[in-house]
């Protein structure tokens, strides 16, 4: 059974990573479940065996990463007058710096819509989270609007970083990125 569960883990391994490498060539919709197969050197009955299709493959890798940074969010505590900001998008940027290849085929891939979304979303619950410790439950329209434009002004910074190849340093974009989102934090953290 243990040999069976590694081969499993192995075999579907090899066919995200070879989801990954076709995405870096061609458009998703594109990619069939024998170029995965192909790509990875399996059958497609393994394929078949675990996912229905291509997009379920990619909803899983989707999936992983959201929870990913659901984690890292949930790690970090969020406590006034601390650097909690610096931590928080240290490790989004390592996350980033460590799967390039990943993040690069979710974020800019057109077809990744509700990875994007989910990533917003949880963003935003955590917003609400932070807003309810302090006191500060009565959500004011302004308030989704602040968080809105967090979420939405995080992701665009990072699908900038990725789409230009990571020009700036780890220390570069954490810094432009404490520097935009800091007051805009406090905004968001005040009654």
Not at 18 to 47: G, H, V, W, Y
Not at 126 to 132: A, F, S, T, V
Request: aromatic residues 8%.
């Amino acid at each position: 059974m243990e040999k069976q569960d590694r081969r499993v883990i192995r075999s579907k391994m090899r066919m995200r990573e070879a989801l990954i490498s076709l995405m870096q060539e061609k458009l998703f919709p594109a990619i069939t479940a024998r170029d995965i197969t192909d790509r990875a050197d399996l059958n497609r009955a393994t394929f078949y065996l675990h996912y229905n299709n291509v997009f379920d493959l990619l909803e899983e890798l989707e999936e992983e990463t959201v929870s990913e940074f659901a984690r890292m969010l949930e790690e970090t505590p969020i406590l006034e007058n601390s650097t909690w900001e610096s931590v928080l998008i240290g490790k989004i940027c390592d996350y980033i710096a460590e799967n390039q290849d990943l993040c690069r085929c979710l974020f800019l891939n057109p077809h990744s819509d509700c990875f994007t979304e989910k990533l917003t979303e949880i963003m935003k619950r955590k917003g609400q989270e932070i807003r309810k410790e302090r006191g500060l439950e009565r959500d004011s329209r302004q308030t989704d609007y602040i968080r809105h434009f967090i979420s939405c002004g995080a992701m665009g910074m990072v699908k900038q970083w990725l789409a230009e190849g990571m020009p700036l340093s780890k220390a570069e974009m954490m810094d432009l990125t404490e520097k935009i989102m800091h007051p805009i934090f406090q905004l968001l953290f005040v009654a």
